[in-house]
């Protein structure tokens, strides 16, 4: 099986191209000085010229803040962008995995979101994903949406690169307690997809590290783990100046990863401690 990757210069790419070649499955990886996904000439040529039997397309415009004054970027990106790939997936009869985001729900109550709840995004970054998977959807039968939130590799920023740096000029750190979800380690996730993609059990699926907490108790969790001391205080969304809005709710069942036969992720505290580890190595 020939697997064509997008974002391999990303945290999630970067890793998935990593299981793939693990496996002993043949890989094609791109990044945006290979194949713009904006270009639909380019996207057509490159994976054509690659002849894979699937995609997993982790290439995204993922700065939300950014988002909010780029929304003509971002749309061309996640949305144009993954038609681009889709319609080319269509025609050639590739199977195609999308990532998509917890940011295409609104965030509301407490229940986790379940893979075939209403989307209603709030802000454009969501949006735009959302708009993704309905290229998807609109295109193929042969897809796998799945829905990843609270994302952290080796390989690009995240929280806990973050908050690790934060903690080398502050004492006090503010981090915002009333957002839940789920962390999420693309080493775990990669394996995931991977297993996935090899069988044809289509459809929308969220895949996250076990467990919930907020990003205060996160970075709580992240400092303890990390043997740093520093003092952290739970602030509201309210109190922490964000040009997009977040969801507060970002709580996503998994009962579909396990009804598929798939393996689920392990806990997220777990996830970390690895983590840390690798950062140690490199």
């Not at 890989?27 to 000439?41: K, L, P």
């Not at 193929?140 to 973050?162: C, E, H, M, P, S």
């Not at 459809?203 to 400092?223: P, S």
Request: hydrophobic fraction near 40%.
């Amino acid at each position: 099986m020939k697997v064509f990757v997008t974002g391999v210069r990303g945290q999630l790419g970067y890793d998935v191209m990593n299981e793939l070649e693990k496996r002993g499955l043949e890989a094609a990886g791109v990044d945006i000085q290979e194949m713009d996904i904006t270009d639909a000439d380019c996207v057509e040529r490159v994976i054509s010229d690659a002849a894979p039997d699937a995609v997993i397309h982790c290439a995204a415009y993922t700065a939300v803040d950014a988002a909010q004054d780029n929304e003509e970027l971002c749309r061309r990106v996640n949305a144009e962008g993954t038609a681009n790939i889709a319609r080319v997936c269509r025609e050639r009869h590739i199977k195609m995995m999308y990532i998509s985001t917890d940011y295409v729900f609104d965030g509301k109550g407490t229940r986790p979101w379940e893979p075939d709840d209403e989307r209603h995004p709030l802000n454009v970054y969501g949006q735009t994903k959302y708009e993704g998977e309905l290229a998807v959807t609109e295109n193929l039968d042969q897809y796998f949406i799945v829905r990843i939130a609270w994302v952290f590799g080796v390989n690009g920023k995240n929280f806990i690169k973050t908050m690790l740096n934060l903690a080398k000029t502050h004492d006090t750190i503010t981090v915002v307690n009333d957002q839940y979800g789920s962390p999420t380690y693309t080493y775990d996730l990669a394996r995931l997809l991977v297993d996935m993609i090899q069988t044809d059990k289509y459809g929308f699926y969220h895949a996250t590290n076990e467990g919930i907490c907020t990003w205060y108790e996160f970075a709580c969790e992240i400092f303890r783990q990390a043997g740093v001391k520093v003092n952290v205080l739970p602030v509201s969304a309210a109190q922490y100046a964000a040009k997009a809005p977040r969801p507060e709710n970002s709580r996503m069942s998994k009962e579909k990863l396990t009804e598929n036969g798939f393996e689920r992720l392990p806990a997220w505290q777990d996830a970390l401690g690895r983590y840390l580890e690798a950062l140690k190595e490199r």
